[in-house]
């Protein structure tokens, strides 16, 4: 067997063009993005492997202490604030945006974080070059503003020119807007996979698997809450009816057929597990017959299945050693935490480069350069070991 012959896969998303709103739809319905953060909030592994993945992209923050701390826009936000959620998108989709305003003079005076699920690319020209990027808050046209849906159209849509900070292209653009006052500046889009392509997350290989944790907490949720679990049943003839609350004179009964689906309905969930049920016999003389409940434990079925699907999220976000120490195969120490620290740091180096480059461009275009080294190192996140602090202090 070869390339050839194999059966072919799907692609992982589609790129079709809208042609009605001009961009590049990401996905199907063009909601790839949407679809993939919904999956991984299902899955516990994933959710674990993504929240550690964001923490050790964004490390300490930036090396210079003074520039993390420095506000760089109207909405009170400091650079490492821009890079906290610079960190969330790199690692959920490998790519991220932050949107750029200049003043009069063709320098930037202030950036802002665009949510990379937001961001659409446009249509490329002849040279294969896509000028503007589209911005819409929800592509599902679910959400709503003053009351009213915000439908996906051209008029709710932002079409912002990509980044270019020579200021000959800015001033062509305050141009073309209208002036300063209605020039929307621009989106510096940065993707893994180019500058025109939209970036394959590295989760992307593991939906699958994503999915199946899914439901295999759907399983176990059901086991646990809607299963057969009383531990016995004592069978006894039947006795005197009660009387129900309507009939003060003992005139009538409760119907026995609802006593019993009544004592059925009480028989699942996890609260009534081994609890006794009672019920009564009309015409056996015998002695009281208890019977034993057996309920069905699904989760058994389903542990290797839970194991390897785990274990396959794991090793997709490069966490097998995170995976081993919570497995306790090899252990937990501190100079276990150490390592794993010191290997993940590298493993996220080159997302932590994408950003520093990112700031270094923007940066040598501000008006008033708040970080005078320009060094925009990311500081790698280190394990400290309570033993190591202890010894520092005294």
């Known amino acids: 067997m070869n390339v050839k012959t194999v059966k072919r896969t799907e692609p992982r998303f589609d790129v079709p063009y809208i042609q009605n709103l001009g961009i590049q739809a990401w996905g199907d319905k063009n909601l790839y993005p949407q679809d993939l953060l919904m999956l991984v ?6 959710s674990t492997c993504m929240d550690r993945y964001i923490t050790f992209i964004q490390g ?7 520039f993390s701390e420095t506000v760089i826009n109207l909405s009170g936000e400091t650079a490492d604030d821009i890079v906290q959620k610079i ?8 790519g991220f945006a932050i949107h750029v305003n200049y003043n009069v003079f063709g320098k930037i005076t202030e950036i802002y974080h665009i949510p990379f699920e937001n961001c659409r690319l446009t249509n490329s020209d002849d040279t294969g070059y896509i000028g503007k990027i589209a911005v819409h808050p929800d592509w599902s046209g ?4 003053n009351g009213k849906t915000l439908k996906v159209t051209t008029e709710t849509i932002d079409y912002i020119d990509r980044f270019n900070p ?12 209208g002036g300063i006052n209605s020039y929307k500046g621009q989106i510096f889009w940065v993707s893994e996979a180019g500058n025109e392509t939209y970036p394959k997350p ?28 009383p531990s016995k049943a004592i069978v006894t003839r039947k006795g005197q009816d009660v009387p129900t609350e309507n009939d003060s004179e003992g005139g009538s009964s409760q119907n026995s057929d609802n006593g019993i689906n009544n004592a059925l309905s009480l028989m699942q969930g ?3 597990t081994a609890k006794m049920l009672h019920f009564e016999i009309q015409y056996d003389e015998e002695m009281p017959v208890v019977l034993d409940f057996q309920g069905n434990n699904y989760d058994k079925d389903y542990t290797v299945t839970t194991e390897k699907a785990s274990q396959k999220i794991y090793a997709a976000f490069n966490q097998e050693i995170w995976y081993r120490i919570l497995n306790g195969s090899i252990g937990f120490s501190s100079e276990i935490l150490t390592d794993a620290y010191e290997y993940y740091s590298t493993v996220t180096s080159k997302e932590r480069r994408m950003i520093e480059r990112a700031f270094d461009k923007i940066f040598k275009n501000w008006y008033d350069v708040p970080n005078s080294s320009m060094d925009f190192t990311i500081q790698p996140l280190k394990f400290i070991s309570s033993n190591a602090t202890s010894n520092n202090a005294g």
Do not use: C
């Open 142 to 145: 679910n959400k709503k503003r």
């Open 166 to 177: 020579m200021k000959e292209v800015v001033f062509a653009q305050i141009e073309a807007n």
């Open 41 to 46: 909030s299902a899955s516990e592994s994933a």
């Open 87 to 94: 960190s969330n998108d790199m690692a959920n989709f490998r």
């Open 60 to 66: 300490n923050g930036f090396k210079e202490i003074g």
């Open 202 to 229: 590295v989760h992307d290989s593991i939906v699958s698997q994503m999915s199946t944790e899914e439901g295999l907490g759907n399983i176990a949720n059901r086991n646990t809450r809607n299963n057969f679990l």
């Open 270 to 272: 996890d609260i009534n």
